[in-house]
T-cell receptor
Framework: AQSVAQPEDQVNVAEGNPLTVKCTYS??????LFWYVQYPNRGLQFLLK??????LVKGSYGFEAEFNKSQTSFHLKKPSALVSDSALYFC????????????FGKGNQVVVIP | DGGITQSPKYLFRKEGQNVTLSCEQN?????MYWYRQDPGQGLRLIYY???????QKGDIAEGYSVSREKKESFPLTVTSAQKNPTAFYLC??????????????FGDGTRLSIL
């Protein structure tokens, strides 16, 4: 079965520093990968996705993610973190059964320190 | 604005009571989903529907029921058989495709607690 792992529970970063949130995946076949962000007591907001093509994907709010097939990773990055980026971040991978299901990671809490 | 509306935002359940969470979307999406979110566990799929009048169990369907009589509506009933219903419930929708390459769009959730 497909799955994603987000190895760090919390990521602390100083404002203005680069932000990286890690995600590794396990699928059979080609992965479809997604990143979402969740603010307190809100739903998830879509940031970006990788389906095919360029390994570097650009998304909303200045975020980007790099797909690395050999390392089965899809890390989320932002060159300069803002305090407002403090939130819960989820990585997800498509179910390969073709029924539009997603498997989500446990989430990473990002704390940007002013 | 197009989007997904979940109601109520907060809900309290008494012992032995069934409660229904509402989810409505005006995005014209074919597929809809219900997730349960518990701290530190990510999102777990309860039920999903790829088309009107059809739905499938997810990973944790026991104690829950759904219906999909209209394209825009996908209500979730938490039955008395669900012994630990306290959680944050999220509804989502997506443009259904055979390739699963469309993102899911989420509502702002319903927080269910036991009285």
């Amino acid at each position: 079965a497909q799955s994603v792992a987000q190895p760090e529970d919390q990521v602390n970063v100083a404002e203005g520093n680069p932000l990286t949130v890690k995600c590794t995946y396990s699928v059979s076949g080609n992965p479809y990968l997604f990143w979402y962000v969740q603010y307190p007591n809100r739903g998830l907001q879509f940031l970006l996705k990788y389906i095919t093509g360029d390994n570097l994907v650009k998304g909303s709010y200045g975020f980007e993610a790099e797909f690395n097939k050999s390392q089965t990773s899809f890390h989320l990055k932002k060159p300069s973190a803002l305090v407002s980026d403090s939130a819960l971040y989820f990585c997800a991978v498509r179910d390969m059964g073709g029924n539009n299901r997603l498997a989500f990671g446990k989430g990473n809490q990002v704390v940007v320190i002013p | 604005d197009g989007g997904i509306t979940q109601s109520p935002k907060y809900l309290f359940r008494k012992e032995g009571q069934n409660v229904t969470l509402s989810c409505e979307q005006n995005l014209n999406h074919d597929a809809m989903y219900w997730y349960r979110q518990d701290p530190g566990q990510g999102l777990r799929l309860i039920y999903y529907s790829q088309i009107v009048n059809d739905f499938q169990k997810g990973d944790i369907a026991e104690g829950y029921s759904v219906s999909r009589e209209k394209k825009e509506s996908f209500p979730l009933t938490v039955t008395s058989a669900q012994k630990n219903p306290t959680a944050f419930y999220l509804c989502a929708s997506s443009a259904g495709t055979a390739w699963g390459n469309q993102p899911q769009h989420f509502g702002d959730g319903t927080r269910l607690s036991i009285l």
